[in-house]
């Protein structure tokens, strides 16, 4: 019953041994906010992967790697993460949780709980960030997107996520969420990524929703609709109808599935809006 | 003025901002144990069966109390002075169940897991009894009765679960309204709301070397702490002490003996002191919370804008017990209808009912609140009914100084009140003041937008009271020490308020002292003289009055002193900067000079000084709130731009403090307005017992506010002061109401107004 002992992982084949040996009854700690939040009653063993020397961050090509122990607060403030894609994934950390939080709550702590009303499973799935984990036998990897249509937590159990690496974009991202209040989850949120081609029509387009209440999801539908259009207010509007048509949303006691409905489909004007102007933050 | 008026530091600034262990569990007594509750899992049940021999047998459990081991006394848990007004409708633990989280029993044992353990081990067999969930079906046909025992007392009518009831007229209500030429009516409709205080409830209970009961309690009323607790447990009075050391926050919820009953039978039983606090899941379930209400208000007016007819119907739920029922209830009309005086017609009726639902209780702004939301929104509708500038309205019919209200003399304190003539009131000016502020003019009914936020502008009024009339009283007593320094004792209980250095301010203005040189004692029944305690508004204006009574006391026995020494008459000395000061010759002593000679040296005595106050009247603050909004037309999201509040509460003895309380509760305010609200499952259990989906303002939510302090002279008050604890929380729901419907022109009736609400309203109106 409860916490009998406590480990410091001196790296990732540590951590995996000791999760393995409890056979179940092991926990990875790292930011340490989900366990806060609810423990499992069966887990005895806790293994800080802290000290397992997976923190960091670091630029790749046009591309960003982060290493699974980085706090949002540090990506929030990493020159590396600001120089990427106009400090889009700096700025989506800035509307998660609190400044206490974000010095405590990791990248792949954020990936592998991977909350339905997480506001950064929406950023990497419209990103198309590839998480990598290993386990004791190998090294994984797989978009996160592809990730969350595996059984993840299962292997979550037993593996260990290293890193999530960020692919290079020609173009641009906005992320817009509504909240309760400062600090607060999404009621729902979004993320929408534009580029365009040399006649300044659409080349790619990445929506993601989340919060819906259900986890972050691409709607490839209003992707495939924006796609070879040229940017206007108009294609916007259109696009917020299809996904008003589109979007899968439910009911909680937060909010209802007829107000995420409306709401989806004006935070994704707003997004594609942004995303097209290039302007990445507040604005 | 030396020290009031003056921002001086706060007396416990220091101990507080360093961390000291100033508060009720920062001190734990040896060999203390931990006390635990275990609480209901039906909304409404009969006790069939308890069985606690496994539970008993674990070791490390020292005793469970339940209701087959105690007294059954039938008690209220107000804290509220004598007569009590709250139904006598709670037991130590009872048979019966009556609300998701209401007690079953309680263990004391060696840790918190094995009194989590004993109380996983205790066996209840329940009868389920048929739970009752909405005010309107409680008080319909065949509802099930939630007190249907036969020891209770003062309820209103157990049978159909009405606690309280009330039906005041003045005029003829029918009358009045046939004579407007204008009428509007309207519901509003405020929901679970809860205190969230930082500090959750928390005690320790101990027996004293003498054998007698020592409650350590963060408590807003020592004193009735103590005089429930010896009813509840049957303990003379005289055999316990309450000690309150500092608070975290209360705001109301410690108002109530919640926890102090349970924890002192416990450490009697054990004979070991007993520590118990409230987690914050069981705060938001079984604490207190606002009385939620629907409130049905009609105006009626002339052409010419005067408010001729006012009615207000309230029903009011007071969850499972009716603590504070009456008395809150009372207020939604005695604090609210005094406003508009020139009103001749009145009828003010209403009912606060039972319900299987968590225990409401008094909170900050007390019925006031929910009252000024359904009165300022109708007022809003009535001034846009006569085509009317809705300031120009307010400015035409409310209270001025030198007016009274019947209603002053019709309801008081769960009874009738007492005749009132208003004799301070800048409420005038603050309505200017704040129009200015906020650009009234340049602002209202020209909503402008920027891009999908619509902005608008809407006001409120309101007054509060000053402590309560002719009940509530305080003593204070001032002790000189040989050096010329003082000690104030005081029963007045500081939650967080400051008002332990308002305190100190009077003391020191009348002694001609510094404030250094005043040590405040607060509270503590064995050595601090009686309060009523820290709720109605009270502590500046009725412990603020006791406490100047005892230092002018106490002055004039020093000046005693001083004349035998300076040889002068003591009509002709002043005190000043720390010395007895002729006013004739400009001779002067120390006080330290007076302190030493009074107490070693000739004609020896100690000079001490206690003095009581009882509110003669009740003088209301007055406050003028004016909101700006902005609303996303889109997603239904309203964010407040600017909030400005002028108020009038007589002469503020320490400014910064008073607009910190305004401050603080615009913000309460503002969070019940736009997203606060326990949530409940079909069976009754709070859906939302945590601040992740309970969600309060954070420093990161506070708008830009504007608040100015209006001063007017009370000359009831000491040094003109009046009361400024509560008043700011009633205008962020109505100002807010009434700015959106300026902004996007629908009218939105049930806070909070979230994102959903909002939206759900303006497509209603494109529909429509």
Redesign the interface.
């Known amino acids: 019953m409860g916490i009998k002992r406590f480990h410091y992982a001196r790296d990732v084949e540590e951590a995996l041994s000791l999760l393995a040996a409890y056979e179940g009854r092991g926990a990875l700690l790292a930011g340490g906010v989900d366990l806060a939040r609810g423990l499992a009653p069966e887990v005895e063993g806790l293994i800080d992967v802290t000290t397992a020397g997976l923190a960091g961050i670091s630029a790749d090509g046009g591309g960003l790697r982060v290493g699974a122990t980085t706090t949002l607060e540090a990506i929030r403030r990493s020159q590396e993460a600001q120089g990427y894609l106009g400090g889009f994934l700096a700025k989506v950390m800035g509307h998660v949780a609190t400044l206490p939080l974000r010095n405590m709550a990791t990248l792949g702590g954020a990936v592998v709980s991977a909350h339905p009303w997480a506001d950064i499973p929406t950023a990497l799935v419209a990103l198309g960030a590839e998480a990598v984990w290993q386990n004791e036998e190998l090294t994984e990897k797989a978009s996160v997107e592809e990730l969350y249509r595996r059984p993840f937590r299962a292997i979550f159990r037993r593996a260990l996520l290293t890193e999530v690496r960020f692919p290079a974009w020609d173009g641009a991202f906005a992320f817009e969420k509504v909240a309760r209040n400062a600090g607060d989850i999404a009621l729902i949120n979004c993320a929408c990524g534009l580029g365009l081609d040399g006649e300044g029509k659409i080349a790619w387009a990445r929506v993601a929703i989340g919060a819906t209440p259900h986890r972050a999801k691409r709607l490839t539908a209003v992707e495939d609709f924006l796609t070879d259009e040229a940017p206007s207010e108009e294609l916007w509007a259109e696009a917020a109808h299809k996904m008003k048509t589109e979007v899968e949303v439910g009911d909680d006691m937060r909010a209802s599935a007829e107000w995420r409905r409306s709401a989806a489909a004006a935070i994704v004007r707003r997004a594609l809006d942004r995303a097209a102007k290039g302007v990445t933050g507040d604005a | 003025m030396k020290v009031v008026g003056k921002n001086v530091r706060k007396v416990d600034g220091i101990a507080l901002v360093t961390g000291q262990p100033v508060f009720t569990l920062d001190v734990t007594p040896p060999g203390a144990v931990v006390g635990k509750i275990l609480r209901s899992p039906h909304a409404h049940a009969e006790i069939v069966r308890i069985d606690t021999s496994k539970a008993e047998e674990l070791p490390g459990v020292l005793c469970i109390l339940h209701h087959g081991n105690v007294p059954r006394t039938p008690y209220t848990t107000a804290g509220q002075g004598w007569p009590e007004p709250s139904p006598y409708d709670s037991f130590l633990f009872d048979r019966k169940v009556r609300f998701v989280g209401d007690r079953v029993a309680a263990v004391a044992a060696t840790s918190e ?1 094995i009194a989590d353990e004993a109380l996983r081990l205790i066996e209840v067999e329940y009868r389920q009894l048929p739970a009752v969930l909405v005010p309107e079906e409680a008080i319909g046909p065949g509802a099930p009765v939630i007190h249907d025992e036969e020891e209770s007392r003062g309820i209103h009518d157990p049978q159909h679960n009405v606690a309280a009831a009330i039906d005041i007229r003045v005029g003829d209500i029918e009358r009045g309204f046939t004579e407007s030429d204008v009428v509007v009516e309207t519901t509003c409709e405020f929901p679970y709301v809860q205190h969230v205080p930082l500090e959750s409830h928390c005690v320790v209970a101990y027996l004293d070397e003498e054998d007698r009961l020592v409650i350590r309690s963060a408590t807003q009323v020592p004193f009735h702490v103590r005089r429930i607790v010896a009813r509840a447990l049957g303990v003379p009075l005289s055999r316990i002490r309450v000690i309150k050391p500092r608070i975290g926050g209360g705001f109301g919820t410690k108002q109530e003996i919640i926890l102090e009953d349970v924890a002192a039978a416990l450490a009697l039983r054990t004979r070991r002191p007993v520590v118990m606090k409230y987690s914050r899941a069981e705060e938001f379930v079984a604490a207190r919370t606002r009385h939620p209400m629907k409130i049905r208000i009609k105006l009626g007016a002339k052409r010419d804008g005067t408010i001729h007819a006012i009615e207000m119907d309230v029903l009011s739920n007071t969850g499972a017990y009716g603590t504070h029922s009456l008395t809150v209830l009372s207020n939604v009309g005695s604090k609210t209808l005094p406003l508009y005086n020139k009103a001749p017609h009145l009828w003010f009726h209403g009912k606060a009912v039972y319900t299987n639902l968590p225990v409401a209780g008094a909170y900050r702004g007390y019925g006031a609140t929910q009252g000024y939301f359904a009165l300022e929104v109708a007022v809003d509708e009535l001034a846009e009914k006569l085509g009317m500038d809705p300031l120009k309205l307010r400015l035409a019919n409310h209270i001025r100084a030198g007016e009274t209200s019947p209603i002053f003399e019709k309801i008081g304190e769960g009874r009738a009140g007492k005749a009132q003539v208003v004799k301070s009131c800048a409420l005038e000016e603050c309505i200017r003041e704040g129009a200015k502020r906020i650009g009234w003019k340049e602002k209202h009914g020209k909503k402008t937008s920027e891009g ?1 936020w619509v902005h608008g502008v809407g006001m409120a009024l309101s007054m509060q009271g000053s402590g309560i009339t002719d009940i509530d009283m305080a003593a204070a007593t001032i002790v000189m020490n040989e050096d010329g320094s003082f000690r104030l004792l005081v029963g007045a209980t500081d939650l967080g308020t400051g008002s332990d250095t308002i305190l100190a301010q009077i003391a020191a203005e009348t002694l001609g002292v510094a404030v250094e040189a005043i040590s405040v004692y607060s509270s503590d029944t064995d050595f601090t003289p009686f309060d009523t305690g820290a709720y109605a508004s009270s502590t500046t204006y009725v412990s603020g009055g006791a406490v100047l009574r005892a230092a002018q006391e106490a002055r004039r026995r020093i000046l005693e002193v001083a004349a035998a020494i300076l040889g002068e008459p003591p009509e002709s000395l002043d005190l000043e900067e720390g010395h007895a000061v002729s006013r004739g010759t400009g001779k002067k002593v120390p006080l330290s000079e007076v302190g030493h000679r009074a107490m070693y040296v000739t004609d020896q005595r100690h000079i001490i000084a206690t003095a009581s106050f009882v509110a003669p009247e009740s003088p209301p603050p007055f406050a003028a709130f004016f909101a700006e909004v902005a609303v ?1 037309v ?4 309203v964010r407040v731009v600017k909030f400005v509040a002028a108020a009038d509460c007589g002469m503020p003895i320490n400014p910064a403090l008073a607009e910190g309380q305004l401050e603080g509760a615009i913000v309460q305010g503002i969070g019940h307005t ?2 606060e609200e326990l ?1 409940f499952s079909p069976r009754g259990r709070v ?2 017992p945590n601040l ?2 309970y ?1 309060i ?2 420093a ?2 506070v708008p830009d506010i504007e608040v100015v302090l209006i001063p007017s002279d009370e000359p009831t008050g000491p040094y003109g002061a009046k009361s400024i604890g509560e008043i700011g929380i009633n205008g962020p729901a109505p100002a807010i109401a009434n700015a959106i419907y300026d902004a996007i022109g629908v009218r939105l009736y049930r806070i909070p107004f ?3 609400r909002v ?2 309203a303006l ?1 209603g109106k494109s529909m429509g």
Not at chain 2, 634 to 637: H, L, R, Y
Request: hydrophobic share 25%.
């Open positions: 897991e999908r996303d889109e997603t239904g999201v736009l997203y949530l859906r939302n992740f989906d969600r303002p954070t990161a939510d979230t994102p959903e939206l759900k497509h």
